[in-house]
């Protein structure tokens, strides 16, 4: 049987393809290396699948060309999607800008564009490996498990590399490559940074809302606001994912990468609070005074990483090791020496080129009827819904192209 187009990948943005495609009278085949669909959206959002963000702009997303997502996010976007899953009988609701399934189960998400598919007819073949995809004349023809399919138009929706556990294995890479296309340097993104340091013993599990700046060969290169979370490893939390596209470009072009933390961006009267507390409370120690500050774990780590004893009096600390002692509590530095792997990162950055895809249409510029989408390309965004826009955008944005035809 010949298709108008295969889908290799069912995740967010195959399946919005897929039921795009259908929708427009399309026969579809939609093809999965899983034993079931959209694995990995049933991660996102802690379980709960964050959507999509009420903030939104060009800023949200990196790769070669940053530009490059906005202007379909535009033509396909929060409000789109909205009307998109009520249309299929899922109400959205929002949380501080986030926009989850109003059950605020990944699950509901999942089941809801299954339940479309199947409604659509759409051909589903899951546990389904692609080996091979080629193009003879106007006819693709896609191979795998012993069987070969042809079609007019073949997506590829199959993901990057991050948490392969879930599906993404980076297969798409080879798939691309096989058309020509060109992959830029990929790598895992929002994921925690490792760092050196003996005090990480004493400061994990910490959680502590703090600025964020990151350096590299001491130029600043990003900034955050957040919640970090102090782990073994180094560090982790949503501010931290935020800024790790920035660091890991930076550690792998052999940059010298370090971390500032101002672990109390809130009190801007920090030296005159400090001289304040001093007259009242000099009955206690360098230890004690400072935990009414800061948690104790921090507290701690900073004065064994100056060198100063923990146990001695207030009163007899002197006005430069107090100075010390404030400057580390605004200027908390941790060198970064790596990064979690796929395993543990939400996103892929880098990619297909995007210098080799039709912004709009999301079509090869090197072959008719190739489409390529979701984080396949070299697009990744910050955290807070903005990937799974991208998925369905681009999902939608490729199928919808077909559906002209």
Not at 33 to 57: E, F, H, P, Q, V
Not at 125 to 141: D, G, I, N
């Amino acid at each position: 049987m010949k298709y108008d187009v295969i889908i290799v990948g069912a995740g967010a943005s195959g399946m919005m393809a897929a039921i795009t495609a259908a929708s427009h009278h399309k026969k579809v085949l939609l093809l999965e290396r899983m034993d079931k669909l959209g694995k990995k959206i049933l991660a996102t959002g802690n379980g709960r699948c964050n959507l999509s963000n009420a903030y939104m702009d060009e800023n949200c997303y990196r790769g070669q060309r940053p530009s490059f997502a906005y202007p379909m996010i535009e033509e396909f976007g929060l409000e789109d999607l909205i009307q998109f899953f009520e249309s299929l009988g899922m109400l959205v609701t929002e949380q501080n800008g986030y926009y989850y399934p109003a059950s605020l189960q990944a699950t509901t998400v999942v089941d809801t564009l299954a339940q479309k598919l199947k409604h659509l007819h759409v051909d589903i073949l899951t546990e389904f490996e692609v080996t091979k995809a080629e193009k003879r004349k106007s006819t693709f023809y896609v191979y795998g498990n012993d069987k070969c399919f042809q079609s007019s138009n073949l997506i590829l929706a199959t993901g990057g590399c991050a948490q392969p556990n879930l599906g993404s294995n980076g297969s798409g890479y080879k798939l691309a490559k096989d058309f020509h296309h060109k992959i830029t340097d990929t790598f895992p993104s929002l994921v925690g940074l490792e760092a050196e340091g003996k005090y990480l013993k004493d400061t994990s599990g910490v959680r502590n809302v703090s600025n964020v700046s990151v350096y590299a060969n001491n130029e600043l290169i990003a900034k955050e606001h957040g919640e970090v979370q102090f782990t073994k490893y180094g560090i982790s939390g949503i501010p931290i994912f935020q800024i790790s596209h920035f660091a890991i470009e930076a550690l792998r072009r052999k940059k010298k990468v370090k971390i500032y933390l101002n672990l109390m961006p809130q009190m801007v009267t920090l030296e005159e609070t400090t001289e304040v507390f001093l007259k009242s409370c000099n009955y206690k120690t360098v230890e004690e005074f400072f935990q009414g500050f800061l948690n104790k774990k921090l507290v701690y780590a900073i004065l064994l990483r100056l060198k100063i004893d923990p146990r001695k009096p207030v009163a007899q600390l002197s006005r430069k090791d107090l100075n010390r002692i404030l400057d580390m509590i605004q200027h908390f530095e941790v060198e970064i020496k790596g990064y979690k792997g796929y395993d543990m990162a939400q996103v892929t950055a880098g990619g297909v080129s995007t210098k080799e895809i039709i912004q709009g249409t999301l079509e090869s510029k090197l072959l008719e009827g190739l489409y390529v989408v979701g984080e396949l390309l070299d697009v990744d965004g910050t955290c807070g819904g903005y990937n799974l826009q991208w998925a369905f955008t681009s999902g939608y944005i490729a199928a919808s192209q077909i559906g002209r035809q």
